[in-house]
């Protein structure tokens, strides 16, 4: 029997996850539903049951796991989720009792950037930002080829930045946080806001048919729908003001763009350009390319294995 590992992405609505030899190339892969209404012992049980599935006997080296919230990632804690509803939950050492293996943790969007730099855009990259934009935004930002930490474990929050004091409530506590101007909840909120304004628009019509959401505003501004390109206009300006200012801060050579957002690639990519043009100092601008994720939904899960083939954060 060979030895596997495993990564796993949890996230507030879906679990992924993927058994993989030593050397990363995924064997076997899986999907479950997070049942986080039911609380964190539940969570817990789920995942250790689907990373024994994942293993089929085999023996675990080692479990990557990425969860979406601020952890503290020496003692293996979930200090805080608002996706799962948690705080203070042991998540390494109580997944690591259950399936007899070491559970190394990291933040989701940390994880997904360490997918994007061994398996994807990222490749041979030691200056880049990863930005994952859909229910939120968070980042991993890797510079001088150390993934950026914070003695908090927090740094790379960039959802919660303050653009705009006097904008949307954030549940942070906080007003007009990037993620409030630019998140595809932003996206789809402001999508509501326009139809209803604009009965007779395309949007409007489209929203007739299916769950207006911010693929949804992205396709209708495609097509020349101009409430929906107001929306789209709106919050890619606001996107590509903070990642300007991520530029201005650190310099990468390359902004990786992931979530469900990025699925938009070029109405994202072109407004997100022009700022940094717009914004930011001649030699930083020129160095800095734009890209959107190589792996797109499959990053977290290629990070948490990159968790488990390292065997540490
Ligand atoms: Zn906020």
């Given at each position: 029997?060979?030895?596997?590992?495993?990564?796993?992405?949890?996230?507030?609505?879906?679990?992924?996850?993927?058994?993989?030899?030593?050397?990363?190339?995924i064997?076997?892969q899986?999907?479950?539903?997070?049942?986080?209404?039911?609380?964190?012992?539940?969570?817990?049980?789920?995942?250790?049951?689907?990373?024994l599935?994942?293993?089929?006997?085999?023996?675990?080296?080692?479990?990557?796991l990425?969860?979406?919230?601020?952890?503290?990632?020496?003692?293996?804690n979930?200090?805080?989720?608002?996706?799962?509803?948690?705080?203070?939950?042991?998540?390494?050492?109580?997944l690591?009792?259950?399936?007899?293996?070491?559970?190394?943790?990291?933040?989701?969007?940390?994880?997904?950037?360490?997918?994007?730099?061994?398996?994807?855009?990222?490749?041979?990259?030691?200056?880049?930002?990863?930005?994952?934009v859909?229910?939120?935004?968070?980042?991993?930002?890797?510079?001088?080829?150390?993934?950026?930490?914070?003695?908090?474990?927090?740094?790379?929050?960039?959802?919660?930045?303050?653009?705009?004091p006097?904008g949307?409530?954030?549940?942070?506590?906080?007003?007009?946080c990037?993620?409030?101007?630019?998140?595809?909840?932003?996206?789809?909120?402001?999508?509501?806001?326009?139809?209803?304004?604009?009965?007779?628009?395309?949007?409007?019509?489209?929203?007739?048919?299916?769950?207006?959401?911010s693929?949804?505003?992205?396709?209708?501004?495609?097509?020349?729908?101009?409430?929906?390109?107001?929306?789209?206009?709106?919050?890619m300006?606001?996107?590509?003001?903070?990642?300007?200012?991520?530029?201005?801060?650190?310099?990468?050579?390359l902004?990786?763009?992931?979530?469900g957002?990025?699925?938009?690639?070029?109405?994202?990519?072109?407004?997100?350009?022009a700022?940094?043009?717009?914004?930011?100092m001649?030699?930083?601008?020129?160095?800095?390319?734009?890209?959107?994720?190589?792996?797109?939904?499959?990053?977290?899960?290629?990070?948490?294995?990159?968790?488990?083939?390292r065997?540490?954060?």
């Amino acid at each position: 029997m060979k030895t596997v590992i495993i990564g796993i992405d949890l996230g507030g609505t879906n679990t992924q996850g993927a058994a993989a030899t030593l050397d990363g190339v995924i064997i076997r892969q899986s999907k479950i539903a997070t049942r986080a209404r039911l609380g964190s012992d539940t969570v817990i049980e789920d995942l250790a049951k689907l990373i024994l599935d994942l293993a089929k006997g085999q023996p675990i080296k080692a479990v990557g796991l990425g969860v979406p919230g601020l952890l503290d990632l020496n003692a293996g804690n979930c200090r805080f989720s608002c996706n799962l509803g948690w705080q203070d939950v042991p998540i390494a050492g109580d997944l690591s009792r259950r399936i007899d293996a070491p559970v190394y943790i990291d933040n989701d969007v940390r994880a997904a950037a360490l997918g994007e730099w061994s398996r994807g855009r990222a490749q041979g990259c030691n200056d880049f930002i990863y930005l994952s934009v859909g229910t939120g935004i968070g980042s991993g930002i890797v510079i001088d080829g150390r993934l950026l930490r914070g003695p908090g474990w927090s740094a790379g929050e960039v959802g919660h930045m303050v653009l705009d004091p006097l904008g949307p409530a954030c549940a942070c506590g906080n007003r007009g946080c990037l993620e409030t101007l630019a998140s595809a909840t932003a996206i789809a909120r402001e999508g509501r806001a326009a139809a209803a304004a604009n009965p007779s628009s395309l949007l409007n019509e489209l929203a007739a048919e299916q769950d207006l959401d911010s693929a949804l505003v992205f396709r209708a501004a495609a097509r020349g729908d101009a409430a929906a390109g107001q929306v789209v206009d709106t919050a890619m300006a606001w996107l590509g003001q903070g990642i300007a200012n991520l530029v201005t801060i650190f310099n990468p050579s390359l902004v990786v763009i992931g979530g469900g957002v990025s699925l938009a690639g070029e109405q994202v990519l072109a407004p997100v350009r022009a700022q940094i043009a717009r914004y930011t100092m001649p030699v930083q601008r020129e160095m800095a390319q734009v890209a959107v994720s190589a792996l797109a939904d499959r990053a977290g899960v290629a990070g948490a294995l990159e968790l488990a083939r390292r065997e540490r954060f």
